[in-house]
């Protein structure tokens, strides 16, 4: 190692003297042929080994990590000799500083003067890239390809980019890489997410199919399959994938559950009697395992509701063979789902009894209903757990964030407040108290909290996101854009956080054509979400396109429901279109859901808007 190093250190300067003059060259080069271009600069020796020795020194200062220092000595060098391979080296730096504008400039003079240089393109496109211009860096990624039409690099990145708005595009570029390196894990895996995504299983459960080809024995990888099998009603190929499975894993009873599952779905009874038979008849099951298997229909069910009832005789089975208080527990919530509160009650109570300072299970349910969007049953367990357990940081989390969930920021203020006495540094507590005391418009304190949170993951992009818009609530838009654009930084296809953004702007009708096209990023990724459909639809209602604001908006009521927010939105694209009575009508229906909003009123009074 030690002589390796020494190498590298004699042979770094050789290196860097080469680029140097390999840009010299070319600048002289593009000098020539370019008649825009000022006249060659020839240089003396001496000024020659002063730009060569500033470029030598900024590049090592550049391999420190002294991004300041590198950006001095290559910009005294660029005065004695403007070529490529320094304005490059500059916009480099730049770019590690996240100063973009500079950055790009550079980059672009790097390209100006030596335009068939592949790093200079990259680097040109990183910046485009961070800037957000997607259509500039897909112009740039295709001027590569121009030039290395096998460029693997270029080809990934343009795919990339194209999965947001052109998921066909991306998935061809996919393929060609398949094309050219063959069988490749990682564009496998976008593949199969790809064509999942444009609703193509065949094409998905054969990319998963190659997949399992490089690793036959990945179990999760093996589920996964198995899963696409069953989602495209291809329930004989999955029960034939978990046989084959089963070689390697005989003993393995989740894939006996879900063989047995597939059973049922099959309406065959009696092959999943048999695969029951098989998991309970082994010697060694233990009371812990059947716990788990029900425990596992449980969650099952969920997804499909009609298995409740033998997940409810499975329990009841096991119940009669012990006293043990997580089979309680589980009867208890079974009742809950059904709607039987005193039995619920009841099972509670004793499951308590038998241990009554046990809190796992009870967290381990709370969490599952809630992972399930099952806030309604959240809170009924959990309100029983906190009676028994008020100093539990899990119970009181999870009871705070169901409250939010169902929009009950009185409540949730409470257990979100105690959770974080009890854990002051848990990022998820803070972010929610912080959120609930938004809602509540305790803006000052919000925002008191979401700093705390800040402070222990300052590039948390929810967190971020949260004060953002509890800034904007404030109309304190300076700091909500700086803190929007500084999230987007971070993560650019954020769905919720172009939303949110773009949603500001819209408000505002301020930047539109930016807002259309953050909401549209949004809307790729979750199209249909009746707040983002709200969105883009009231964006194109600010640039003045009211029929596709219609489209969007209606689309946002078709899936979300009746709010008032976007049906006082929809009655006002009505009117726009000349549909007065249709507007009146839906303006009165945001009223009945909101009888505080006094601009609905007045347009209501006044027929207008």
């Avoid at 298995?307 to 919530?333: C, E, H, M, R, S």
């Avoid at 839906?586 to 347009?603: C, P, R, Y």
Wanted: glycine share 4%.
């Amino acid at each position: 190692m030690k002589t390796l190093t020494k190498l590298f250190v004699h042979f770094f300067p050789l290196l860097i003297v080469s680029v140097f003059f390999t840009a010299c060259s070319s600048s002289k080069d593009v000098g020539r042929v370019n008649e825009k271009k000022s006249e060659v600069k020839i240089l003396t020796r001496e000024a020659q080994n002063r730009a060569l020795e500033l470029f030598i020194s900024g590049a090592g200062k550049e391999a420190k990590g002294d991004y300041a220092g590198a950006i001095l000595d290559y910009q005294e060098a660029l005065e004695i000799d403007p070529n490529a391979g320094i304005f490059y080296s500059l916009g480099k730096s730049y770019f590690a500083l996240n100063r973009l504008s500079p950055a790009l400039q550079n980059a672009k003079q790097a390209v100006e003067l030596d335009s068939n240089n592949i790093d200079y393109l990259f680097l040109l496109h990183d910046v485009y890239a961070a800037s957000q211009q997607n259509d500039n860096a897909i112009s740039v990624l295709e001027k590569i390809i121009q030039l290395d039409a096998n460029n693997i690099s270029a080809i990934f990145r343009l795919a990339q980019l194209y999965e947001i708005n052109r998921p066909t595009k991306a998935i061809e570029l996919y393929n060609k890489i398949l094309n050219i390196v063959g069988s490749d894990w990682t564009v496998l895996v976008k593949l199969s997410e790809l064509y999942e995504r444009v609703g193509d299983s065949a094409n998905a459960i054969k990319s998963i199919e190659e997949l399992t080809k490089l690793d036959p024995t990945n179990l999760d990888l093996q589920k996964i399959l198995i899963e696409f099998y069953i989602n495209s009603d291809n329930s004989q190929k999955a029960i034939d994938k978990i046989v084959e499975m089963l070689n390697f894993y005989p003993n393995n009873l989740e894939l006996r559950e879900l063989k047995a599952h597939l059973h049922i779905s099959k309406n065959d009874w009696i092959a999943a009697a048999k695969e029951y038979n098989i998991i309970l008849e082994e010697a060694n099951i233990t009371l812990e395992t059947k716990i788990r298997i029900g425990a596992s229909y449980f969650a099952a069910s969920f997804n499909d509701t009609t298995l409740l009832p033998t997940v409810k005789k499975l329990f009841q089975t096991i119940d009669n063979d012990t006293t043990d208080w997580q089979v309680k527990l589980y009867l208890g919530a079974i009742a809950v789902r059904e709607k039987n509160d005193s039995i619920a009650e009841d099972y509670f109570n004793k499951s308590i009894a038998l241990a009554p300072f046990n809190i796992e299970g009870w967290i381990r349910l709370g969490g599952l209903y809630y992972e399930n969007m099952q806030y309604a049953e959240t809170i009924k367990l959990l309100s029983k757990a906190v009676e028994n357990f008020p100093d539990d940081f899990a119970v009181n989390l999870i009871l705070g964030l169901s409250y939010t969930q169902t929009s009950d920021y009185i409540n949730a203020k409470i257990y979100l407040k105690k959770s974080i006495e009890l854990n002051p540094n848990d990022i998820s507590a803070l972010s929610a108290y912080s959120y609930s005391l938004s809602q509540l418009e305790e803006h000052e304190q919000a925002i008191i909290y979401i700093n705390k949170a800040l402070a222990i993951d300052p590039d948390n992009i929810n967190l971020i996101g949260t004060l953002a818009m509890i800034y904007n609530s404030k109309k304190n838009f300076v700091k909500s854009d700086s803190l929007y654009s500084k999230a987007l930084t971070l993560d650019s296809a954020n769905a919720t956080i172009n939303n949110n953004f773009s949603y500001s702007l819209a408000e505002r009708r301020v930047r539109l054509d930016e807002a259309l096209l953050m909401a549209e990023i949004a809307i790729a990724a979750e199209p249909e979400n009746s707040s983002f459909l709200d969105t883009i639809g009231w964006v194109h209602f600010q640039l003045g396109n009211f029929e596709k604001a219609k489209m969007y908006i209606e689309k946002a009521v078709e899936f979300g429901g009746d709010r008032s927010v976007i049906l006082d939105h929809l009655g006002d694209v009505y009117y726009m279109l000349g549909k007065k009575e249709k507007a009146i009508s839906t303006w009165q229906k945001a009223f009945d859901l909101d009888k505080n909003n006094e601009t609905i009123k007045n347009k209501i009074e006044k027929g207008t808007l």
